[in-house]
């Protein structure tokens, strides 16, 4: 197991007021840190509690979630190595939280799906940003896709992404149509995220 920094981890609070039971968990792309999409968290709904954790790699100047690859692998030895990491981390937060939620970028998306394989019944909703998922099956897939009513997610993609391969791009939307309840979304946009999107989250994210 990857264990996750906890004292790297960057948090706001739900805002005052709200109930301040669920618990939106961040996940950045390959070579980036903690800090990159915390950036976010002002515009995300406030009865959140946002959690932007720092991927256990160290890769180039930041930090990735398991080793990349071009292709597909179906290795899952390092992505579900960091997933048991961030599980762990949650299974050691103070408090329970009613309702978790997931929002990835690149391949913090691809980790956010690898979560609710391994976990199936602890999340509720995932924002999927620029990603892919995984090769090759797991043994809670099924129960996943069994999951009634199924976790919504909303996958986004730029039309002009360089990043994500068009063959990573077109397994993973049949894949993920058959274990998810999922919304899309396309921008003209390369492997970032733009206004629009964030707007198309919020929204998301307040009928999670």
């Known amino acids: 197991m990857h264990p996750i920094d906890a004292d790297a981890v960057l948090r706001r609070p739900a805002a005052p007021g709200s ?26 709904p406030g009865r959140f509690e946002v959690a932007s954790l720092r991927a256990p790699i160290p890769y180039g100047g930041g930090f990735a979630w398991f080793g990349f690859s071009a292709v597909d ?10 997933a048991e990491g961030v599980l762990a981390w949650l299974d050691g937060l103070e408090r329970p939280y009613a309702r978790i939620h997931l929002l990835g970028f690149s391949q913090g998306g691809a980790m956010a799906v690898q979560l609710a394989r391994l976990a199936p019944e602890r999340f509720a909703s995932i924002a999927h940003l620029s990603s892919f998922v995984h090769a090759g099956e797991l043994p809670g897939d099924a129960e996943l896709a069994a999951r009634e009513p199924r976790i919504p997610l909303l996958a986004t993609i730029g039309e002009l992404d360089e990043v994500i391969h068009a063959d990573k791009r077109e397994r993973s939307a049949p894949w993920l149509d058959a274990h998810f309840a ?15 999107e964030l707007a198309d989250v919020v929204a998301f994210l307040d009928r999670a």
């Open 73 to 82: 692998s179906t290795d899952h030895a390092l992505i579900d190595s960091a």
């Open 182 to 196: 999922v919304e899309r979304r396309t921008y003209r946009r390369g492997h970032a995220i733009v206004a629009e």
């Open 19 to 44: 109930a301040g039971d669920e618990l939106l968990v961040v996940m950045h792309g390959l070579g980036s840190h903690e800090g990159d999409l915390f950036g976010l968290a002002p515009h995300l």
